[in-house]
């Protein structure tokens, strides 16, 4: 610890500025670079709420990351460095970042213009949002066998995964073929991707990724359908301010109330406001909710000064009410949840639980949730720190294991190469024996 604050103390007078660039250029100096990781090791310290769980000393391990990432050759190299050392607190939500884009616009980190995800050992195209590729032959359901000659695996475990803050494996084994995680990377770079069509036969699209999006959906994150025997499918894909409109839920509400039985799915859905996961649960249940307790850690200098332990802040929200003037929908309701389920999607699964509304049907969530701290380190990169350690309602821990689904279902892969999903067609057979 004395390292590291002395270390701090130095770095304070550096003078001279410095901005990041992913360019391939040295900007930061060395100095510069030692100012950034102690200012990210202190704050760890002060704001991490798993800090004291942590079975490994972090002060020793932020100095001996030190020598190797001050004499990284480019900063591009420094934030991957800083990344991996951010991933040793295995958090979810606690991860580095670039704040500036390069320069030249054609740099900015871009994924191709589709969507992707990981079926079993296989990993395959949702969407394609670029005529570009639409017409080198890519679709929905093409399989994404290798990316510039690897495994797409490989490539995804390699590239991706080691800079991906994750707090289970669940969530490190599938987040990096998600939606736009897996092609990430400058729009400058180009390409070599080896597809496979629905009929086995492969192609190769070769591309940098400055393609144009002139494809983009206007698709709603939230959508529902009606079923076989009066079964309805709510699809919650995100619940982002900019995303999840209540207005339009309110709307859809009307026509849920007239099925006979529910399945709502938020696999895929990593999170965004709480509050809208609770606007969302208070429309099923018809008694109060009650929620988990949370912590979050304090410091008072003084207290410090006397070598009190570490403080902490704990609270138990009041419970979930039940939607004011609406009529509540109370038939049979299945939850479909998988590892990307994630952060207030988690939320949303902890009071549906608690309220034993339906059984959760899927894989395991992504198991991290809990209110991150912005931090701007200076000179171009910022943070976020986990701030907030939750329980769920029968005080049990989530964090780090994720919610454990009453029926464990997996996508099937034939079934989705005919435009099927096997995990709804699961539910709905559970839903039709009730």
Not at 291 to 316: D, F, K, L, V
Not at 360 to 369: K, R, V, Y
Request: a negative charge.
């Amino acid at each position: 610890m004395k390292k590291i604050l002395i270390l701090l103390c130095v770095c304070l007078f550096v003078k001279n500025t410095f901005a990041y660039r992913q360019t391939g250029e040295t900007e930061l100096n060395a100095p510069t670079k030692a100012y950034i990781l102690s200012r990210f090791c202190t704050e760890v310290k002060y704001n991490f709420a798993f800090y004291d769980k942590l079975k490994f000393d972090w002060d020793s391990l932020c100095v001996a990351s030190m020598p190797s990432l001050i004499a990284t050759s480019s900063d591009e190299d420094f934030l991957k460095g800083m990344q991996i050392l951010c991933n040793q607190l295995h958090d979810g939500h606690t991860y580095i970042f670039p704040m500036n884009n390069p320069k030249n616009p054609s740099d900015w980190i871009r994924p191709f213009p589709m969507k992707t995800k990981r079926i079993g050992d296989r990993v395959f195209v949702t969407d394609v949002y670029s005529s570009n590729l639409q017409q080198s032959r890519v679709r929905p359901g093409c399989e994404i066998v290798e990316i510039d000659g690897e495994n797409v695996l490989d490539y995804g475990n390699r590239h991706i995964r080691p800079y991906l803050a994750s707090s289970t494996p669940q969530w490190s084994k599938y987040r990096p073929f998600a939606e736009f995680e897996l092609t990430k990377d400058k729009g400058s770079k180009s390409s070599k991707i080896l597809f496979k069509n629905e009929k086995g036969k492969e192609f190769v699209v070769e591309s940098n990724r400055n393609l144009s999006w002139d494809l983009q959906k206007d698709t709603p994150s939230m959508s529902f359908r009606v079923k076989e025997d009066n079964i309805g499918l709510l699809t919650v894909g995100s619940f982002q301010n900019s995303d999840f409109n209540r207005a339009y839920f309110d709307e859809l509400y009307d026509e849920i109330l007239k099925t006979d039985a529910l399945i709502i799915d938020i696999r895929n859905n990593s999170g965004g406001n709480s509050l809208n996961a609770d606007y969302l649960v208070s429309h099923f249940i018809h008694l109060p909710i009650p929620q988990g307790t949370w912590s979050s850690p304090m410091y008072i200098a003084a207290h410090a000064s006397w070598n009190y332990p570490r403080e902490w802040y704990m609270q138990t929200p009041a419970p979930i009410l039940p939607i004011n003037e609406k009529e509540i929908y109370q038939k049979p309701i299945v939850l479909l949840v998988n590892a990307t389920t994630f952060s207030s999607a988690e939320n949303f699964c902890v009071l549906f639980r608690g309220a034993k509304r339906g059984k959760i049907i899927g894989t395991p969530t992504g198991g991290s949730t809990g209110n991150p701290i912005f931090i701007d380190l200076g000179f171009g990169l910022g943070c976020c720190i986990c701030t907030k350690h939750e329980l769920d309602t029968d005080g049990n821990e989530f964090i780090g294991v994720g919610i454990q689904p009453d029926i464990v279902a997996e996508e099937d892969i034939d079934t989705f190469l005919n435009n099927g999903d096997s995990v709804i067609e699961k539910a709905l057979d559970l839903l039709r024996n009730k």
